[in-house]
């Protein structure tokens, strides 16, 4: 019984950077966004690094490997871990629910989560919306009304957002976060800043789509993090089901030594987002990604180590 490690599918995108090399990963150019640290999804999953599935997709190792996975029902690998280095501002968009997704789509639908890596000192991404309703919706994006349409927080490090389908959203310049997700890759984009790319276009806007998706009126739907200390650390919990249906999701900071127990979850997802140490036998740094699988044993943690830890939800 071994953890299942990751090496990342790393994607360009206008708005990406450097950054991500602080995570220990080898870039192929200076505009790296995305690493799907933990993916299955479709062309862009990961793939294992080392042991028994050495060079195999997350995608085929799940779908040939049930068993590892508690016998799932779910036929693709359900999540989807990935670090984003906004060096721009990301585009204005929002992500259909699973029933919208599935008809419109054939995809999953997408709620997602950031817990903030980085970020300037005044940080503020967009969030939520002003409207009273749709038809108010539509007409301050007809509009062009951005400024009064657009909700706004203030973001530090360390913070943590639930992003449920339906709520518009943005990271902007110089956010960088780990985002934990529904493996789905369906965005609609409701303003791009009117930006060009370096052929003088304009990126598709998604209107109607987005139109149909947004929730009006906006309704907050965050929790305060709850801390609890453990025996040789503290163990965060962001979210869990029934809030989060569709993913449960950590924090756990390690001293110096942890037992940590497992909590009968099938398996687990874990991100290295800090620090340097062992898990067992097997190093572990900053940017290590991988999969506990049903029945491996409470792992011991040795070091001072910061990880993100989820499961699927319900
Ligand atoms: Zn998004």
Known sequence: MAPIFL???????????????????????????????????????????GGEFDGQSLRDVYQNNPALFGNPTEKEFPLLVKFLDAQDNLSIQVHPDDEYAERVEHDRGKTESWYVLDCPDDAEIIFGHHAKNKAELKKMIEDHDWQDLLGREKVKKGDFFYVPSGTIHALTKGVMVIETQQSSDVTYRLYDYDRRDSDGNLRELHTQKAIDVIKTPYVKDQVEPVKKEIPGGVLTTLIEAPQSPHFNLWQLDIDSEMDFPLTGYPYYLVSVIDGAGKMDQYDLHKGSNFILPYGYPN????????????????
């Open 7 to 49: 090496k990342p599918y790393l994607q360009t995108k206008i708005w990406g950077g450097k950054r991500l090399a602080e995570f220990n990963y080898d870039l192929p150019n200076d505009k790296v966004g995305e690493a799907w640290v933990i993916s299955g999804y479709r062309k862009q999953a990961s793939v294992v690094d």
């Open 299 to 314: 792992p011991k943690f040795i070091g001072k180590l910061r990880l993100v830890i989820s499961t699927p939800g319900e």
